[in-house]
């Protein structure tokens, strides 16, 4: 089984058993924190729920104790200094102290650091994804015409924050640090924008067949036999773009509001590769989608 506790922590809580000692700040507490290494990523879906919750309750860091004394301890480590969390000292009885700042921040070469903060001033596409991909992908942007029960088993895919999209399109690329706006298709009515996500890394050069398998396996939605035949569909080599999954926009916008808020120019502009749109469309889908800005720094 797998356990996770937070507690969120006033200004005024007593850190005297922690040394150096806390200055006071409004913090989030991993109380708890027990994911069995079953390799289906609920160690990332964990991390996604504290951040989610570093958010709503707008603390300035994050901290949990541990014990270095067993393995399953140390890989709990690990994954936290992925995300940015850093040795803070110890408590009375040496357990270990590490800490998160959770300040509004980006950096497009620690963006795990960052997470899951983004900046406004970054170039923004919007990029289609079929629905019969688009939930197993994403399963936090669930529509409501669609059962949360198709998708409760655990996969690494849908558990993970990390996740691959593996793409043939035509230029313009995004480039590290980029927003991404994942655009469910389904035409005029049912076409929606659903899902933000920031762009982790751009892979062009793979060696092989196997290492583009290697590479895509974890965090993407397809099977190996259906990433094979892609790789072999023809001569020119399809790219991977590594993405963190970011937000699920509350209120879903189709084709049709994308049209009328300008977004698109017609039914013909339909998002294919990566569509780039400016700043000031990316405010506008924002604010239709009824989005809370906390994660965006400016």
């Excluded at 409760?152 to 706006?181: C, Q, W």
């Excluded at 396996?217 to 999954?245: D, I, N, T």
């Amino acid at each position: 089984m797998s356990f996770l506790y937070l507690k969120v922590e006033g200004t005024e809580e007593d850190y005297k058993n922690i040394h150096p000692i806390f200055l006071p700040k409004k913090r989030l507490k991993i109380g708890t924190f027990k994911v069995i290494n079953n390799g289906f990523r609920l160690g990332e879906r964990f991390m996604k729920i504290i951040f989610d919750n570093a958010l709503k309750n707008e603390v300035d860091e994050i901290y949990v104790t541990i014990f270095d004394k067993r393995n399953e301890q140390r890989r709990l480590i690990y994954l936290l200094e992925q995300w940015g969390f850093v040795l803070w000292g110890k408590k009375d009885d040496d357990e270990l102290v590490y800490v998160r700042d959770f300040s509004k921040k980006t950096d497009d070469n620690h963006l795990k650091e960052c997470y899951p903060f983004i900046s406004r001033n970054k170039e923004c596409f919007i990029v289609p994804i079929y629905p019969d991909y688009h939930t197993e992908l994403l399963p936090d942007s669930i529509l409501n015409t669609e059962s949360p029960e198709d998708f409760i088993e655990d996969f690494p895919h849908r558990n993970s924050i990390s996740k691959i999209y593996v793409s043939r399109a035509m230029t313009p690329h995004p480039k590290t640090g980029d927003i991404l706006i994942f655009y469910r298709t389904g035409g005029y009515y049912k076409g929606v924008v659903s899902t933000i996500g920031v762009v982790d890394e751009i892979k062009y050069d793979f060696k092989d067949e196997d290492d583009f398998i290697l590479y895509c396996r974890k965090g993407s939605v397809f099977p190996e036999e259906q990433l094979r035949a892609m790789w072999h569909y023809r001569s020119s080599k399809p790219f991977v773009v590594r993405f963190l999954y970011v937000y699920s926009f509350p209120h879903r916008i189709n084709m049709k509001e994308l049209i009328d808020l300008k977004v698109l120019s017609g039914i013909n502009d339909s998002p294919r590769g990566f569509k780039p749109i400016t700043k000031e469309q990316f405010n506008i889908i924002l604010k239709a989608t009824k989005s809370d800005e906390s994660f965006i720094v400016d």
